[in-house]
């Protein structure tokens, strides 16, 4: 009985589908069951709100975009995947020939965490065109492992628009279709800052994303209203400030390559200053769990860092090191450091070899030659004038924290 019961609601179903293609209905997009936005204006992932203008993008370039110098290469020509993990730690159990990646099963994500970054993407959906909507070409670029920047064939093919290439998934449609036809590469050039907390947890500044579809932008400095997910919104929450980059699985044959990062400075980033009539308090309790977070994300340039505060006028940043620091030189800022914990040596002065100019009277380099040396602890208080070229030395198998103060010299 149950089993005919079963054939007789498939017929059903089958009549009811045949009539609706007959009577020209289209297929319904999206849901109308699913919680509203935070502007109240359209539900997530709601298939009526308008598609995107379509905007036909220059052709698909035949190589790879060249990756700048001072870019940490993710995917590149060799077939290497060193650089990523499964979401368990396992090593990563994705594809890889002549410098493309297939997706596999489960997601993989970068062993190193970001924070505010400069990343390019390049991916490609299936020449042979298989499903439809969310079914067709379906993958997902998660910044921080938690804000996802969808990855869909949208050429000539409806979805829900929050749920379309290059749609901040469940959140903000693109502004524009930029989608090139099946098969062909296409490129994401996204700028992202992190979202910024107070001390006590709460959120300051949601996490804001810049993304140029095939060259063309479809999202402009849209803020989050949290981490993403299907038919919901999550909550911020103090760990989604750092994370690594994550690319999905979602059943859906999708081809990546040519994956590169820059790391951004808080002035490079999105950020928006706050008031400096803001009465801000970090507590000793305060600085121990930022300084133990941090040495939880320690990058491939043995560092981690947050901005505390950004006023426009004056930075609070925090940075954790356990290996020496590239030199560096400041022509109109005055460092203020406070030693939090562990030790290192302080070189003040001398020529910086290996010089290259990073911004406005900003620059780095590979080492100081001469110089004068000194020791720094915990507790420490160090003044360093503009235009001195500074480096911190950290010992093998030690770290230094410290609380930095950027002023304008003038």
């Given at each position: 009985m149950r089993i005919q019961q079963r054939q007789a609601g498939h017929s059903l179903v089958i009549i009811f589908a045949c009539a609706a293609v007959i009577g020209g209905q289209q297929p319904k997009i999206g849901y109308d069951?699913?919680?509203?936005?935070?502007?109240?204006?359209?539900?997530?992932?709601?298939?009526?709100?308008?598609?995107?203008?379509?905007?036909?993008?220059?052709?698909?370039?035949?190589?790879p975009v060249p990756p700048p110098a001072d870019a940490t290469v993710l995917i590149g020509a060799r077939?290497?995947?060193?650089?990523?993990?499964?979401?368990?730690?396992?090593?990563?159990?994705?594809?890889?020939?002549?410098?493309?990646?297939?997706?596999?099963?489960?997601?993989?994500?970068?062993?190193?965490?970001?924070?505010?970054f400069q990343l390019h993407v390049e991916f490609a959906t299936p020449s042979e065109v298989k499903g439809d909507g969310q079914e067709r070409g379906n993958s997902g670029v998660y910044l921080l492992g938690k804000f996802e920047v969808q990855v869909l064939d949208s050429y000539r093919n409806p979805t829900y628009p929050d749920g379309q290439a290059a749609a901040l998934y469940g959140q903000f449609p693109p502004l524009v279709n930029a989608s090139r036809p099946p098969g062909q590469w296409q490129t994401y050039d996204i700028a992202f800052t992190a979202p910024r907390f107070k001390a006590d947890g709460t959120l300051n500044q949601p996490a804001i994303v810049t993304v140029a579809h095939n060259g063309i932008v479809v999202q402009n400095a849209s803020?989050?209203?949290g981490p993403t997910?299907?038919?919901?919104?999550?909550?911020?929450?103090?760990?989604?400030?750092?994370?690594?980059?994550?690319?999905q699985d979602h059943g859906n044959p999708v081809r990546y390559r040519n994956v590169w990062i820059r790391t951004l400075s808080s002035r490079d980033a999105q950020t928006s200053p706050a008031s400096t009539s803001t009465f801000a308090l970090w507590k000793a309790g305060d600085l121990d769990t930022h300084d133990r977070e941090l040495s939880?994300?320690?990058g491939e340039d043995h560092s981690s860092r947050e901005t505390l505060a950004d006023y426009k006028s004056h930075r609070f940043r925090m940075l954790y090191r356990d290996a020496d620091g590239n030199p560096?030189?400041?022509?109109?800022i005055i460092d203020i450091v406070y030693?939090?914990?562990?030790?290192?040596?302080?070189?003040?002065?001398?020529?910086?070899?290996?010089?290259?100019?990073?911004?406005?009277?900003?620059?780095?380099?590979?080492?100081?030659?001469?110089?004068?040396?000194h020791a720094l602890g915990a507790g420490d208080i160090v003044h360093i004038p503009a235009g001195i070229p500074h480096a911190f030395l950290v010992p093998q198998g030690k770290h230094i924290t410290y609380v930095l103060l950027k002023i304008p010299a003038s």
């Open positions: 069951d699913t919680p509203l936005q935070p502007d109240g204006r359209w539900r997530i992932h709601d298939g009526t709100r308008p598609q995107p203008t379509v905007v036909t993008p220059a052709p698909a370039p035949l190589n077939d290497d995947l060193g650089a990523w993990q499964m979401m368990d730690g396992s090593p990563a159990a994705w594809t890889m020939a002549n410098g493309v990646v297939a997706t596999g099963k489960g997601m993989i994500r970068t062993r190193a965490e970001f924070a505010d803020r989050f209203w997910a299907h038919k919901k919104i999550e909550p911020y929450t103090p760990d989604t400030a750092r994370g690594p980059i994550a690319l939880k994300h320690v560096e030189q400041h022509d109109t030693v939090k914990s562990g030790e290192g040596t302080l070189v003040l002065g001398g020529t910086m070899a290996g010089r290259r100019t990073t911004g406005p009277g900003e620059s780095v380099g590979t080492r100081l030659d001469g110089g004068e040396r």
